[in-house]
Nanobody, 127 residues
């Protein structure tokens, strides 16, 4: 298993930016796809973005496409989520998670495919 720790959350005004970091320890990060999920109060957890082990395969939810960018630095064992043009509806606890469930370029979209999770970091966007 890989251990994950998120950081970078906070309070920001609408239109602002934040960068979340997901630091990994344990097994080699390049063996895992890393996803960022979020969960707002009273809502289901949703996948925001996921990047494959090599960094070349990426998926974004429609709600964040064009505003969020996921990237990874396997040498630093860190995955980033750059969030720009933030909206109040982006307010949630953000989690990073690791998956080795799919081979090659395939990406895991379901939370059930992720075996390791971080503790979460709160992002609050004020209007």
């Amino acid at each position: 298993q890989v251990q994950l720790v998120e950081s970078g959350g906070g309070l920001v005004q609408a239109g602002g930016s934040l960068r979340l970091s997901c630091s990994a320890s344990g097994r080699a990060l390049r063996n895992y796809a890393i996803g960022w999920f979020r969960q707002a109060p009273g809502k289901e957890r949703e996948l925001v973005a996921v990047v494959g082990g090599s960094g070349s395969n990426i998926y974004y939810a429609d709600s964040v496409k064009g505003r969020f960018t996921i990237s990874r630095d396997n040498a630093k064992t860190t995955v980033y989520l750059q969030m720009s043009s933030l909206k109040p509806e982006d307010t949630a606890v953000y989690y990073c998670a690791a998956s080795d469930s799919r081979p090659g370029p395939l990406l895991p979209y379901s939370g059930a495919e992720y075996g390791s999770w971080g503790q979460g970091t709160q992002v609050t966007v004020s209007s």
